[in-house]
């Protein structure tokens, strides 16, 4: 199972990634609510046409619940752009997958 570390900032078709702290940022200086999708991941709208999606350990946490609960015994993750992740990701990683 392949894990998104980053945000994509979409406008229409458009889109420009994210790290953590990008991400976190911008919600302070927007004054953006969190809302979350049905499968659990973030976002937050701004400028009328921008919507950001991102990860945090709770959409994490949701992924590998699916990912252990469908497939107990996975070797292992992919994880993409990792560098710019919170700490709480290895956390929730760990807590999951820890054997």
Partial sequence: MGLPFYGRDWQKTEARDLVHAEVQNMIKEKNATVRRDPSKEPYFEYAGNHTVYFQDARSLDAKL?????????????????????????????????GR
């Fill in 65 to 97: 619940d699916v990912l252990v609960r469908k497939h107990p015994n996975v070797g292992g993750i992919a994880i993409w752009h990792v560098g710019g992740e919170s700490r709480a990701y290895w956390s929730s990683i760990e807590n999951k997958l």
